[in-house]
């Protein structure tokens, strides 16, 4: 009788079951949109994905802890080796020149050795500059060690981004791709502090001791990448799909995604998708050359606009002069009114501290928000801060008396500054140049935005004294200012939303300049008339 009851109701639990399925149809889309990467909710955060672009993206903190560093420590270096203002503008600026030889061979080596040896590389390179920088017994001492750890800073700046990028899955591949900015600023805010900590040791001692001790982490980064696996995409290149395979299901956030992300990245190196080998024999790939002739000569539209906008991003984000503020900043308070030493290091570490929590805010949006909000925001933001910092230092210097309101608002307007930089230009120029490059120009691209971002840094941080000197402090930055409204233009006008799609899709959203939005909106239309087939077909 009990046995009875219980058949019957599992009988009508299963009809119900079975009616609630075919009531449920209308959820099907959903199900299959999840395969589309296009959720109605995002995916817990892959924390395999995470450790890996973590670890990656801490070779950035070198550069940081360099700028940082170098902004107090010129100081000292002024005084002890008795240096002119063009000599420290040489010496604070020129590591961003040497940069470009480390940029440029990163691309090569990445791709010959991987990205994850090549992140090992730029470490042991920056660690033999640290050491150098450490041990200057002159200006040009200093400035060979600066040339080495400049090449280090290079590969890092940009293997970094690349290999992150190509790790991440769709949905947070903006919050992983920023991490590199994120570390940028924890190596300013850390070189900040020790130029704070060591300001108190004898002159001779205390500027080396700064720079010296950026040997230290290189160390402890390059084991720690030791533990990461190589990207899935370089080892497709290489013919390995058994090892990609095995990365892609770590870092994806389903089997499926793992499968569409192997098959996408199948088709950009070449190989037939029924081709399921662990090793597989690679077309022969296009040589360098033909690489750049497609780059630079012989474009199509869709790779110039990338390539418009990839440059444009990281001439934009160092013409806007982040790195006159971080570079210079104790000149900058001091100017502001700000005298003692103490009280200058103290109140850049507040520019590092700043900087680096709104940072940590931005990676939090970029997938949630997307890239084009947050970008336009923090341009319009940057201008406002500039044109106050403008006023503010304009009137300090007007004046023969201290005028506490134009202090206070010089004051404010370095930090606002900071923070909307920090908010969106500073860590989307890196998110949106290493995804929007094809697989078979990633490399090469990203070595091209990276060596635009060193020059311009490099031509404003040994001309910015020069420039003050010349149209006065506050004029620098109406400059800035003026540089900032065009980025906004420029912006808003070139620049699609690349937010949830896999990078092997971004490249379609490109290649119709000004009129981007229509080829987004006929991108969406084609996709959810493709959902709606495969709906009416189930």
């Given amino acids: 009788m009990a046995d009875r009851r219980l058949e019957e109701n599992n009988g009508t639990a299963a009809m119900a079951d079975r009616k609630l399925d075919e009531n449920d149809g209308v959820d ?25 672009a973590m670890l990656a993206s801490m070779t950035s903190v070198l550069l940081g802890y360099d700028i940082g560093v170098m902004s107090g420590a010129q100081i000292y270096i002024k005084r002890d080796l008795d240096c002119t203002d063009t000599q420290i503008e040489i010496l604070v600026g020129i590591l961003n020149l040497y940069c470009l030889v480390g940029s440029a061979a990163a691309g090569r080596t990445s791709d010959w050795i991987g990205r994850r040896y090549t992140i090992v590389f730029a470490g042991a390179i920056f660690f033999v500059g640290a050491i150098l920088m450490g041990f200057a017994t002159n200006y040009a001492f200093l400035m060979f060690g600066r040339f080495v750890a400049g090449i280090g800073v290079g590969y890092a700046l940009m293997i970094a981004p690349v290999y992150t990028a190509e790790v991440s899955p769709a949905s947070a591949r903006g919050f992983l791709t920023s991490f590199p900015e994120v570390f940028i600023n924890a190596g300013i805010l850390l070189g900040y502090v020790s130029n704070y900590a060591f300001s108190k040791l004898p002159l001779h001692l205390g500027w080396r001791f700064m720079l010296g001790i950026g040997a230290v982490p290189s160390v402890f980064l390059a084991l720690g990448v030791l533990g990461m696996p190589e990207s899935p995409r370089w080892l497709v290149t290489q013919g390995r799909l058994g090892d990609a395979k095995i990365v892609l299901d770590k870092t994806s956030d389903s089997l499926e995604e793992s499968k569409l992300r192997l098959a996408d990245i199948k088709e950009a190196a070449g190989i037939p998708e029924d081709c399921n080998d662990d090793i597989v024999q690679v077309p022969k790939r296009s040589k360098d050359d033909a690489i750049w002739r497609e780059l630079l000569i012989h474009p199509t539209p869709a790779v110039l606009h990338i390539l418009i906008a990839a440059v444009g991003i990281h001439f934009f984000q160092q013409a806007s002069g982040i790195d006159a503020v971080v570079l210079y900043s104790p000149r900058i308070f001091e100017k502001a009114g700000i005298k003692k030493d103490t009280p200058k290091l103290l109140a850049t570490i507040a520019v590092g501290f700043v900087k680096t929590i709104f940072i940590l805010v931005a990676t939090f949006f970029l997938d949630k928000v997307g890239r084009r909000p947050l970008l336009l925001s923090s341009v319009a933001g940057m201008i406002i801060s500039l044109m106050g910092l403008g006023i503010g230092l304009s009137v300090v210097d007007h004046y023969d008396h201290k005028v506490n309101w134009a202090i206070a608002l010089s004051i404010a307007m370095i930090l606002a ?7 969106g230009m500073g860590p989307i120029t890196w998110v949106y140049s290493s995804e929007i490059f094809p697989l078979r120009l990633r490399a090469q691209g990203c070595s091209i935005g990276v060596a635009m971002n060193r020059v311009v840094s490099g031509v404003i941080s040994m001309t910015f004294l020069s420039l003050s000197h010349g149209i006065t402090f506050g004029g620098a930055f109406f400059l800035f200012t003026g540089i900032a409204m065009v980025a906004f233009v420029f912006f808003f006008t ?12 971004v490249e379609q959203l490109f290649g119709t300049f000004f009129r981007w939005r229509t080829r987004s909106a006929e991108l969406k239309m084609k996709k959810e008339t493709e959902m709606g087939i495969n709906k009416s077909q189930t």
Avoid at 35 to 45: A, I, L, M, V
Avoid at 417 to 423: D, E, G, K, R
Wanted: proline share 14%; charged share 30%.
């Fill in 28 to 52: 099907k889309p959903k199900k299959l949109a999840m395969t589309e990467f296009d959720p109605p909710k995002p995916p817990k955060r892959n924390k395999y994905a995470f450790a890996c």
């Fill in 417 to 423: 500054y900071v923070a909307f930089f920090s908010i």
């Fill in 494 to 505: 070139l620049f699609p939303e690349t937010q949830g799609r896999n990078l092997e899709e």
